[in-house]
């Protein structure tokens, strides 16, 4: 069984930053592939910025540019620092983690105002 907890999530104007964190309970090496996803009301998950085992990283279009995803390996933690944030990217963000399982966090709201 694998944990995956997430932290700092929260509202915000429209131009602002904030950062998320996911610490899991083993090694971020131990997956595939390990990164942020979000759900917005009426709207599908969809995925943000991920690591892969290879070393590439994955953004969405609708973020390059203004998120950046990192790990601190020593925490076993991801982390996603979003700047410029815009109210369209007010969903609740969920942390993902990919072996032979998909393991999600229980997600945490980021609310961005106009």
């Known amino acids: 069984q694998v944990q995956l907890v997430e932290s700092g999530g929260g509202l915000v104007q429209a131009g602002g930053s904030l950062r998320l964190s996911c610490a899991a309970s083993r090694s971020i090496f131990s997956f595939n592939r390990m990164g942020w996803y979000r759900q917005a009301p009426g709207k599908q998950r969809e995925l943000v910025a991920v690591f892969t085992s290879a070393g590439t990283t994955t953004y969405a279009d609708s973020v390059k540019g203004r998120f950046t995803i990192s790990r601190d390996n020593a925490k076993n933690t991801v982390i996603l620092q979003m700047n410029s944030l815009r109210p369209e990217d007010t969903a609740v963000y969920y942390c993902?983690?990919?072996?032979?399982?998909?393991?999600w966090g229980q997600g945490t709201q980021v609310t961005v105002s106009s």
């Open positions: 993902n983690a990919r072996d032979s399982y998909i393991w």
